[in-house]
């Protein structure tokens, strides 16, 4: 592998590293988003509210499961880099063996309980009837993509662990124009095809993810990538195994927490009708828009303040702080003023009915009108997560979702006897976070050593300094 991987955050300017290290993450969030945008642009505007419905319904219980496997991998990350920058390739080589194997493993479980209870679990959610069937159809269809999904998470972790996050970019580009392309051909039954409607965009997203993840796989091994998976060695999985398990697993709850927070407040929305389902859809992918730069900026702080905390250089933390809120509180102020100001037209590139526009419009002058709250904690749960207090982040999540939106939104919805309620209990759910995490940063007590206290100098410049903090998502 070439060398001079990773970059020191510990000395220079501030505002630079902030940038130079957020703008690749940011490039492929906005790539993996595009695979939902497709979608719902081919749904929405071709195929009516009641397709755009059936998927709104089915993205909560695939966001779920995707979490737990976003969660699971951040462990793998971890371990990669931590052994790459010590150059113990045989230990490389172990978490690589237990990752494939755990992560594997999992994609194949999720998948077949899903497929058994993707009814159940639609149901639960008060599907409205007249769309449960064509729910159902593309969940089941949509589940064959977990498997790949999982495996593409795991490379991704393992390239970035040994400092490459341009290859798994490359490949993500190939597979959003593949499924561009593939998306109307499958729908509408072009060049031949059987004309799949709804199922059509299912089927195109897991022909995609297996085109993109054997591609990746087969380059890996064409360039003797050390972190290429390959058939496993089953004789050493336990320990590290157990290890990957023990520090992925509490990732994956506070990721997944947010996912099932989706899935309570999706099946509260769903009780008011196909059309406020449909709203709700519309609006989230504007959602999904305002708060990547947010995330993304929440992880390149926590590995800031890591390395610096590290390093023992707590005097920077002020300065990361005040950045993080110019560059992701500026930028989501843009996009406040966009999705408040005209909201229609964003709406309407995925839906033209007016009574399903109506509800997105005020969701949108509701919740959009709070993506700053939502930046600003990211922001401070970035510091808090850099000094491994994450716990502390995953309290305020638990918090936020689940004394605030889920029971503040059921309540109120039904108060007020509209969807609107809905809309409400999740602005208030922003503010509710900022103030928690605003409280906890100020306070300080993330600064209390969770271990042994770190080395007074500054660290050795070693691929795995970026990648071994937290960057767990509040």
């Known amino acids: 592998m070439p060398q001079g991987f990773g970059r020191d955050l510990t000395t220079g300017s501030i505002p630079r590293h902030m940038v130079a290290f957020s703008l690749p993450m940011l490039l492929g969030s906005f790539l993996q988003t595009a695979y939902s945008f497709i979608n719902a642009i081919w749904v929405g505007q071709y195929l009516g509210t009641a397709a755009l419905a059936a998927v709104t319904v089915s993205f909560p219980i695939i966001f779920v499961l995707f979490a737990i496997g976003m969660g699971l991998t951040l462990a793998t990350n971890i371990l990669v880099s931590q052994s790459f920058g010590a150059r113990r390739m ?3 080589r172990r978490t690589v063996d237990s990752s494939t194997v755990l992560i594997g493993s999992l994609g194949i479980v999720f998948t077949v309980l899903g497929e058994l209870f993707a009814p159940a679990m639609l149901r639960a959610m008060d599907t409205p009837p007249d769309i449960l069937a064509a729910s159902t159809a593309y969940l089941r269809i949509f589940l064959l993509s977990l498997p790949l999904g999982f495996g593409l ?3 991704r972790s393992l390239l970035q662990g040994v400092g490459d996050s341009k290859t798994p970019l490359y490949f993500q580009s190939g597979s959003v124009l593949f499924t561009t392309a593939l998306d109307p051909v499958l729908m509408f039954g072009w ?3 059987p004309k799949l409607g709804l199922n059509g965009t299912a089927w195109a997203t897991v022909v995609s993810q297996v085109l993109s993840l054997t591609a990746l796989i087969t380059y890996l091994h064409v360039k003797k990538v050390p972190v290429a998976p390959s058939w496993p060695r089953f004789s050493h999985l336990g320990p590290t195994t157990w290890k990957t398990l023990r520090i992925g697993l509490p990732s994956a709850v506070q990721q997944s927490l947010v996912s099932i927070g989706m899935v309570f407040v999706t099946g509260i929305v769903n009780g008011f009708g196909e ?4 709203a709700f859809g519309a609006a989230s992918r504007i959602d999904q828009i305002a708060f990547l730069p947010a995330m993304t900026f929440g992880m390149a702080i926590s590995t800031l303040a890591g390395q610096n905390l590290g390093a023992g250089r707590e005097d920077r933390i002020r300065e990361i702080f005040r950045w993080g809120c ?3 509180g500026g930028i989501t102020l843009v996009i406040t003023g966009v999705a408040v100001s005209v909201p229609r037209a964003l709406l309407s590139i995925f839906v033209t009915e007016d009574a399903v526009l109506q509800p997105g419009i005020a969701y949108l002058h509701t919740v959009g009108a709070c993506y700053l709250f939502f930046a600003l904690v990211f922001v401070a749960n970035g510091i808090i997560n850099g000094a491994g207090h994450t716990l502390t982040t995953t309290v305020i999540s638990l918090i936020s ?12 919805s039904r108060r007020l006897g509209s969807v609107q309620g ?3 209990a999740i602005a208030l759910s922003f503010a509710v976070s900022l103030a928690a995490s605003m409280a906890y940063y100020f306070s300080g007590r993330w600064k209390r050593p969770l271990g042994k206290k770190p080395p007074a100098g500054p660290p050795p410049s070693t691929p795995d300094e970026t990648l071994t903090h937290g960057t767990t998502r509040a």
């Open 90 to 92: 045989d230990e490389l």
């Open 326 to 328: 110019v560059f992701s």
């Open 401 to 412: 979702l689940w004394v605030i939106r889920v029971p503040v939104a059921y309540w109120l």
């Open 275 to 278: 059309t406020a389902t449909a």
């Open 153 to 155: 998470f795991l490379t």
């Open 191 to 193: 060049l031949g095809f």
């Open 422 to 424: 809905v809309w409400y």
